[in-house]
C-alpha cells in the first residue's frame, strides 16, 4: 500500500485489486502493524462483516472496520460500482492524548475491470484518528451467530469470578536513560517473561520458574477511570493463576487512567470467550453491565478515554 497524508487519500497507487460488476468477493483482511490499531475502508463500498479471528459473526454491513495489532476480519465485498477505480485506506485509531501515533493513512485501489485510463478515481475521508465512536460501534456489531445450528452456549455458572485492572507504571531502570520505565500491568503485577516455557514447567511440575499466587482482583480498590495512585511502581514476577480443567471463568477487563488511559487489544492465546456484557466507568458485573447476544470471540478489545470506555 502506499501513504498518504491522514485527511483526504487521493492516491491511486499501491496493491491493486481487480473487480468485475456484479461479483462478490471474500476479503481477509489482517492487521500487520506492531502496535496500532487501525480503520479500513473501502471507497463507494459497504463491507459485509462475517468472521473475526476464526470465529463466524452474525454477518452486519458497514463502511469501515476496526481491527487490532495481529487481528483478522473476514468481509464480503459486492461490486456493485461503475467503471473506475475506487482509494482503499488503512489508518491509525488512537483515542489518548498521550500517545502519539503515526497518523499517516496506508492506501490500496479497487478497480473494475472495464476501466480505462481515464475512469474516475473514487476516494474516501479515513474516520478521525480519535474516532471513538466510529470504534464502539463495530465493536458493538459483533455477534455470534447463536442459531439453532450454531448455538452460543454461555455457561449458566461461574466457578471463578476474577477482575483484571489492565494499566501503565514505572519502575527503576538502571540502563535507561532517565533511571526508569515504563511498564504494562495486570493487577499492579508486571510480567517477567521465564528463562523456561510455562506449559513446559507446569508438564514437568518443575519449580523455581513460576508461582500461582497472582491476584484474582486487585490489591488496593481505586478510582480506576481518576489520575491514579501517587506510588506508580508496580510488582514484578512471572506470577499465574490456576483454574481447574472445565471450570468456567468470569472476568472483568477494567482500564485505567494510570498515566493515561490506552487502548488494549487483550489477546486469550489458544481459547475462545464470551462476551456478555459492557459498561463504563468502575467495574461492572453481569448484572450491571450492558446485556446482549454473546460474541464468540478471542480477541477482547479494550479501550478507554477519561470515562474509561470498555469495548
Do not use: W
Not at 461461574?158 to 483484571?164: G, K, R, T
Not at 489458544?270 to 461492572?284: A, C, L
Amino acid at each position: 500500500m502506499s501513504v498518504c497524508d491522514a485527511n483526504l487519500c487521493m492516491h491511486a497507487d499501491g496493491f491493486t485489486l481487480q473487480v468485475d460488476k456484479g461479483k462478490r468477493y471474500l476479503l481477509r483482511i489482517i492487521n500487520a502493524a506492531l502496535n496500532e490499531d487501525l480503520f479500513f475502508k473501502v471507497a463507494g463500498h459497504q463491507l459485509t462483516v462475517v468472521e473475526v479471528d476464526a470465529a463466524y459473526t452474525k454477518p452486519f454491513t458497514t463502511d469501515t472496520l476496526l481491527l487490532t495489532p495481529g487481528q483478522t476480519t473476514n468481509v464480503l465485498l459486492t461490486a456493485r460500482q461503475g467503471a473506475g477505480r475506487y482509494i482503499v485506506t488503512a489508518s491509525p485509531f488512537m483515542d489518548s492524548p498521550l500517545v502519539a501515533v503515526d497518523n499517516r493513512t496506508a492506501t490500496a485501489t479497487v478497480q473494475y475491470a472495464n476501466s480505462v485510463s481515464t475512469s474516475a478515481v473514487t476516494t474516501t475521508k479515513p474516520p478521525p484518528q480519535n474516532a471513538t465512536p466510529v470504534a464502539s460501534s463495530f465493536t458493538d456489531s459483533l455477534r455470534s451467530l447463536n442459531s439453532q445450528q450454531y448455538p452460543a452456549k454461555v455457561p449458566a455458572t461461574v466457578d471463578h469470578s476474577l477482575l483484571f485492572t489492565v494499566g501503565l507504571g514505572v519502575n527503576p531502570c538502571a540502563t535507561c536513560a532517565n533511571g526508569s520505565r515504563v511498564v504494562a500491568d495486570i493487577n499492579n503485577v508486571s510480567f517477567v517473561m521465564p528463562t523456561t516455557a510455562l506449559l513446559q514447567a507446569h508438564y514437568f511440575n518443575a519449580s523455581g520458574v513460576f508461582t500461582d499466587d497472582f491476584p484474582g482482583q486487585p490489591p488496593i480498590a481505586f478510582n480506576y477511570t481518576g489520575s491514579g495512585p501517587r506510588n506508580l511502581q508496580t510488582m514484578s514476577g512471572t506470577r499465574l493463576y490456576r483454574v481447574p480443567y472445565n471450570a468456567s471463568v468470569q472476568l472483568v477487563l477494567q482500564d485505567t487512567g494510570i498515566i493515561g488511559p490506552e487502548n488494549h487489544p487483550i489477546h486469550l492465546h489458544g481459547y475462545n470467550f464470551f462476551v456478555v456484557g459492557r459498561g463504563t466507568s468502575q467495574p461492572i458485573s453481569p448484572s450491571q453491565a450492558e446485556r446482549r447476544k454473546p460474541n464468540d470471540n478471542n480477541v477482547k478489545f479494550l479501550m478507554a478515554r477519561q470515562t474509561n470506555r470498555k469495548i
